[in-house]
């Protein structure tokens, strides 16, 4: 999933490998979204 860094929808995009647009807006700068809790691991 993406983020359209102008107007803020969400977008999926399965291949990457045309022009990367907003399919809402047309703006060409989209930022990857990270999962909202953080992966914790346990160190030795």
Same mark, same amino acid.
């Given at each position: 999933? #993406?983020? $359209?860094?102008? $107007?803020?929808?969400?977008?999926?995009? %399965?291949? !990457? =490998? %045309?022009? !990367?647009?907003?399919? #809402? $807006?047309? #703006?060409?700068?989209? =930022?990857?979204? =990270?999962?909202?809790?953080?992966?914790? !691991?346990?160190? =030795?």
């Amino acid at each position: 999933m #993406y983020e $359209c860094l102008n $107007c803020g929808k969400e977008v999926e995009i %399965e291949q !990457v =490998r %045309e022009r !990367v647009r907003c399919p #809402y $807006c047309g #703006y060409r700068i989209l =930022r990857k979204t =990270r999962p909202e809790s953080p992966v914790t !691991v346990e160190a =030795r």
